[in-house]
Each structure stands twice: as structure tokens, then as C-alpha cells.
């Protein structure tokens, strides 16, 4: 039910939706990485790990987004994301 002077409307008509995936090529070539993802999400931190380390396609992640879980969306993780864009921000898939 929508509150008294609220107005029902689609979530994608009031933000933007990136999904910008990077291949493992492009990953590789990046100097420095922050890696958003679950675990990291639970650490309080970003993971900052070699390029190479990297096992599969990531999202390149806008300069000031919030991240939303597509996994056990009943666990409340939505992380607020802004980085200064001196290293690569991506995030996992899921």
C-alpha cells in the first residue's frame, strides 16, 4: 500500500542503472583496484587485490552510486560508495 500523497512508480525511473561490465582483459590492465562485494561489504571495507587475482567479469562502478544485493536481498546490505576515482572501483555481480 502507498502512503496518503505518495505516488506508486517504477525503482528504474528514479535512478540510474549501471551495469558496465569489465572483462578480465580490461581488469588486467588496471594498475589499482577496490573491489566491492559481500565479503568486503561485511569487512566495512573494499578488497584491494592484484589484478590477476581476479577470476571473472566485474561491474565498473560510477564515482558516487549505492550497491544493492541481488543475493539474500533479507539481509540489509546497501553499501553508499563514493571514491575518488584514483584507483578502479568494481563491484562483484551479485
Known sequence: MVPEGWRRQPFASLVEIC???????????????ALYSLPAFDDGRPEHPAAGDIGSAKSQMPRDCVLFPKLNP????????????SEVALCSPE
Open 19 to 33: 551495469r558496465d561490465v569489465v572483462g578480465m582483459e580490461e581488469i588486467r590492465s588496471f594498475a589499482s583496484i
Open 74 to 85: 533479507r539481509i540489509p546490505r546497501i553499501w553508499r560508495v563514493r571514491h575518488q576515482g
